[in-house]
């Protein structure tokens, strides 16, 4: 086995973007993305091929939020001036501007699957001890907040509201984009309602909305909240235990792999974040360590293990459900 350090050093190599690869994945998505909103906003489109549409764009969008992500993480397409545009759009297209999502997701990288400071840019999480000295109203939140709705509905709890109402109201001076993000998507929809009518913005607007960012928001929770992830207080922690022991690797077919951009070798990003999304198979097949990594998947068992997960108990070193905190 390698040390931390060398296989840290290991994952260098894939840690370069191909250039051309870059762009052909950003074009190539916005064709898709294209195509999908010409197919629910065409007039003379039958109801069956909208609705075939909408589900196409919000995976879409899905995958062209890890190209967002990449790109914040300094991993493809610097230096380039038009990528920086397209990108800062994009941020405010999906309600996650620039300013609140890099500060919260470099903190999340810094602190993930450390107890009481991994919250910020994460779903917050706390030991069974912690849990039970809780007053009513800070468990009712605590359990909000990691309810499957609300992950389901994360268009509106952790985007609408986390992203960008929470983020402005904190700081206007610092988040204002986040404002501009709301702003824009209120716009957005009534021009949608107004111009193409109500089909337009339920299966235009609103369904992928809902797909892409629901998803987005199980993605990152699972792959931080499952059956054999661990965690650790500030001294027992360290930066490539928290990626191999409590970012998994989530196992899709092909095609779930190509909507949400490679993002299931979480564990293999959260070793090395320069690695460009497009790179991190190879990092796996390359690396045997990687090979190694705790897994789960989106089948509705392993869906529905991660959901029951609520607190850490530090003595029986894992996460446990709401019904064993009653045992």
Known sequence: MRSEKELILATKPFAH????????HLFSTGVVLGGAYFGIFWPTSPLWVKLVCSVL??????????IYHDHQHKAILQNSRFAEVVMTLWGLFILAPTSIWKRSHDHHHK??????????GSYPIVTREKYL???????????FTRHPLT??????????????VRSFMNNREKHWDSLLALI??????????????WTAFWLGFIAPALISLGLG?????AQHNFPTATFADKDGWSYVNAALGSSSYMRMNPVMHWFTGNIGYHHIHHLNARVPFYRLPEAYRA??????????????????????LKVWDPDLGRMISRREMAL
């Open 17 to 24: 973007e191909i250039r051309w690869k870059s762009w052909w």
């Open 217 to 221: 928001a199980y993605l990152f929770y």
């Open 287 to 308: 690396i045997p360590e990687l090979q190694q990594a705790k897994t789960t998947s989106l089948m509705p068992a392993d869906i529905v293990r991660c959901l029951r």
């Open 133 to 143: 000295s809780m007053s009513r109203g800070e468990r009712a939140v605590y359990n």
């Open 111 to 120: 602190h993930n699957s450390k107890l009481y400071t991994s919250s910020i």
């Open 57 to 66: 764009a919000g995976l879409t969008i899905a995958r062209m939020f890890i």
């Open 151 to 164: 992950i389901a509905f994360g268009y509106i709890f952790v985007f609408i509201y986390g992203m960008c």
């Open 184 to 197: 824009l998507h209120v716009v957005m929809g009534t021009a949608i309602v107004y111009w193409l009518g």
